[in-house]
């Protein structure tokens, strides 16, 4: 009798045992669902931010490597820029803001985008600051996606002859 | 089976716990992640800033060196430089420039804060030849390379990036051709130049500079020690205040005593004095000596020579500039309780003994805080081991006519002149220097004879100077014998000036120099030569050894002049250079010299030669010598020439090259 009673008990949960696991099965999935939330978001957010650099560092290095290399420039106003290159397979090479997007030509051939889509180039000014010495062009860009932005300002001094 | 009935509570804490620790890593690389690339998103734009800031220094260093050498302006290379002294660039009239201080730059609501630095550079050898070194070394400072470090910082980090910028354009500006002649104002014409102002030949030896003269001849015998007057050098009326005379050894010896000669003594305090090395011109601060105890001190209570003999000897090599310096020691000082050293005018830069060129020879004096040329003749001598002397032992100018300290009148009865002994050769012309006392003529020319006074016989007389030529200024002027003499050297002979006909109003001035007995042997000649004088039309001559006739030359056929200069043209170098060194070929006999002086400046008008301590008492002697850093950042360039013998050879200059940089 006693010992059939004392396998009685061994049967399942008890009620305190099962409510515990329970709120702690509660507080678990919480803080499972919680993370998952926080990382799709911090994964979009740097999916953007990554967009967004590399858009910059791509723009900014084409458009120096440009002046540095130019001999003179040809025409400067705000968001456009042309510049005379020393050799003729490039020359000139131009640069402009069109619908957002920046976009390069070379020895007169058509436009081509040198930012992907979406990000959008919301800001693109060209300033010379040049004499009869030296001439360098300065360089604000400013790239958009999803609400986050990044700009950057450079200035390279035309080196080309 | 009956075991397996569910979980324990343990076991499900332990599942939790490793749950939490899993959730807990993941949110640390997600955090990283995230952090990185906020990192990232600040890393381009400040790239972007510190690469602007390069290019702007670039930019400035193409347009103008100066504006980032001297980022203060003024023409210290040190000035304004160093890790303490920040910058940015800003635009400003279509350039770059420098402005003082960090600036911030907001780019999409973030704030960056840029600046730039500018450190000299020094190479492993002068004159920006070597290696850059790691630490920099005033001394072998390049002038043509400065290192540039821009700095852009963000909320958790930086962005630094260093370049060294060269004038990389290195020039050499030449001359080996002078044959052209002077008037050439502006370089066009490589073999012209501006002026000269006597004394040299460009034509003699095609494509080189001489003396003029000729071979063969030269001086038998001068004395070209003027003395016009005596000036204290400065009064050492406070602790601080140091005085300095300068002078080129002249023998191999070892000096136990110095000598010098006080103008003012007022309650005078207790001075030191003592030998030091020359350091750019300047007293090196260190006393000479094996144990660094080569002065002496003094409290003197009387003006005149005042001797004073050094703890330890001090060795001297010839030919190295000493410094001979004077301050104060102990006791009261003051307006009312100081010293003041004679020195002479003008600064003749000579040996008075010989006449050997002392260029270095002049008078510093140290007001506290920087050391001041005072372009006078220093006024002392030194005591060998071996007791003989050496230095200037005239202390004053000296009338024998009136007996008193003033220049000497030459008229009536009065006659002047100076004996030699021991001198041979064949003497060709006479050449002494004098003044007219008055604006009015003298009434009669002045004479000039040539005397035996061994023999008591006159051997030739003439007019030196007419009384319509002679000016109130001193002036040299030449009598040619008509026929040479031949001079014995165990004759005396006499060389005086007479003027009978000219009253003391308007006599005939010449200058005369006296020393003390003891410094006979250093005066002109020694004793073989003295001062003359009758009263008495030169019925008899009273001679004096102390004393010298200050500007008499006895020349023989031929020979050179003792100096020479030449200006060059100016040389437009198209910007504000940098002049790096000086150097040239040629010969250099002994007793003779090449001296050069450098002028810079921007408006090609403005002509101060200055040597290799930036003063106008100093020269580029030495060949491939750095040229004085102050004379840098000027666009237009001339040199002046300065060729000295002593009449027997010439110096001969083949080519100067000055190394720049643009």
């Known amino acids: 009798m006693f010992c059939e009673q004392k396998k009685q008990k061994s049967h399942g949960y008890s009620i305190l045992e099962l409510s515990i696991y329970m709120a702690l099965l509660v507080v678990v999935l919480t803080l499972a669902a919680d993370l998952l939330f926080g990382f799709t978001r911090s994964r979009v957010k740097i999916e953007v931010s990554s967009e967004i650099q590399q858009n910059l560092r791509f723009a900014s290095e084409e458009i120096s490597r440009s002046i540095e290399q130019a001999k003179a420039i040809g025409s400067i106003s705000g968001s456009n820029l042309t510049l005379t290159m020393p050799d003729t397979t490039s020359d000139p090479i131009s640069f402009r803001l069109n619908n957002y997007v920046l976009e390069i030509s070379k020895a ?42 990044q700009s950057n300002q450079f200035t390279t001094v035309l080196r080309g002859k | 089976m009956k075991k397996s009935t569910g979980q324990l509570l343990i076991e499900a804490l332990i599942a939790l716990g490793v749950g939490t620790t899993i959730v807990v890593a993941v949110g640390q690389l997600v955090g990283i992640s995230f952090r990185a690339n906020l990192i990232g998103a600040n890393q381009i734009p400040s790239s972007g800033l510190t690469q602007e800031c390069l290019e702007a220094a670039l930019s400035i260093k193409t347009e103008n060196w100066a504006n980032l050498y001297f980022p203060q302006g003024g023409s210290d290379p040190e000035a304004g430089k160093g890790l303490g002294n920040p910058y940015h660039p800003i635009v400003q009239s279509s350039g770059w420039r420098l402005a003082p201080g960090n600036e911030t730059i907001s780019l999409t609501g973030k704030n960056y804060t840029r600046n730039l630095m500018i450190e000299n550079v020094s190479r492993t050898a002068q004159n920006g030849l070597g290696e850059i070194e790691e630490i920099y070394n005033q001394s072998r400072r390049d002038l043509g390379t400065i290192k540039i470090t821009c700095t852009t910082s963000f909320l958790g980090g930086e962005i630094k990036e260093a370049r060294f910028l060269t004038r990389h354009n290195q020039k050499v500006f030449s001359q080996s051709n002078w044959q052209g002649g002077p008037g050439q104002a502006n370089w066009s014409d490589p073999t012209k130049y501006f002026a000269d102002n006597g004394g040299v030949n460009v034509t003699g030896t095609p494509g080189s500079v001489l003396l003029a003269g000729s071979p063969g001849g030269g001086y038998i015998s001068k004395n070209e020690f003027l003395t016009s007057s005596i000036y204290g050098i400065n009064p050492m009326n406070n602790n ?45 601060g260190t006393w000479l000596g094996a144990t660094r105890r080569g002065y002496g001190s003094f409290r003197p209570t009387t003006t005149g020579w005042q001797t004073i003999n050094l703890t330890e000897a001090v060795p001297l090599t010839a030919g190295t500039v000493y410094h001979l310096v004077i301050e104060y020691q102990s006791g009261s000082i003051g307006g009312s309780r100081y010293i003041d050293l004679r020195s002479s005018l003008p600064l003749n830069r000579l040996i008075p003994f010989n006449n050997a060129s002392d260029q270095f020879a002049n008078t510093l004096y140290y007001s506290g805080r920087n050391w001041q040329i005072r372009g006078r003749q220093p006024i002392y001598y030194l005591g060998y081991a071996d007791s003989s002397l050496e230095g200037n032992p005239y202390d004053n100018l000296y009338n024998p006519i009136n007996n008193n300290f003033t220049e000497t009148p030459i008229y009536g009865s ?19 220097s004098v003044r007219k006392s008055r604006a009015q003529n003298p009434q009669g020319d002045l004479s000039v004879s040539l005397y035996n006074l061994t023999d008591s016989q006159l051997i030739n007389s003439g007019v030196l100077v007419g009384r319509n030529v002679v000016t109130q200024t001193y002036a040299w002027y030449t009598y040619t014998l008509p026929s040479p003499v031949t001079l014995a050297s165990a004759k005396t002979y006499l060389v005086y000036l007479s003027s009978p006909a000219t009253t003391s109003a308007r006599a005939y001035n010449i200058s005369a120099a006296i020393a003390n007995t003891p410094l006979v042997p250093i005066t002109f000649l020694g004793n073989q030569s003295q001062l003359a004088w ?3 039309s030169g019925l008899n001559f009273t001679l004096r050894p102390e ?116």
């Open chain 1, 108 to 149: 007169g051939s058509a436009f081509a985008p040198l930012t992907t889509q979406p990000v959008k180039v919301t800001n693109l000014n060209f300033g010379a600051i040049a004499n009869s010495t030296v001439r360098s062009v300065q360089v604000k860009i400013t790239i958009e996606s999803q609400n986050k932005s």
């Open chain 2, 240 to 284: 601080r205040i140091k005085t300095s005379l300068r002078f080129s050894a002249q023998a191999n010896k070892q000096v136990q005593r110095v000598g010098i000669y006080l103008q003012t003594v007022r309650n005078s305090p207790t001075y030191r004095i003592g030998l030091q090395a020359d350091s750019t011109g300047n007293p090196s």
């Open chain 2, 414 to 432: 009065n006659f002047v002149g100076q004996s030699f002994v021991g001198l041979t050769g064949t003497l060709s012309k006479i050449e002494i």
């Open chain 2, 534 to 536: 009758s009263t008495n």
């Open chain 2, 547 to 662: 004393a010298d006739f200050s500007t008499i030359r006895l020349l023989s056929l031929g020979g050179y002049v003792t100096s020479g200069e030449l200006i060059s043209s100016s040389f437009d170098t198209g910007s504000q250079s940098g002049y790096l060194s000086i150097l040239w070929t040629g010969d250099k006999p002994a007793n003779t010299d090449i001296l050069f002086q450098i002028a810079t400046n921007d408006n090609n008008a403005t002509w101060n030669f200055l040597g290799p301590d930036g003063t106008t008492s100093t020269y580029y002697n030495i060949s491939a010598t750095a040229i004085f850093s102050g004379a840098s950042n000027h666009r237009y360039l001339r040199y002046r020439l300065l060729l000295t013998s002593d009449g027997q050879k010439t110096p001969r200059l083949d080519e100067i090259r000055i190394n720049y940089v643009l």
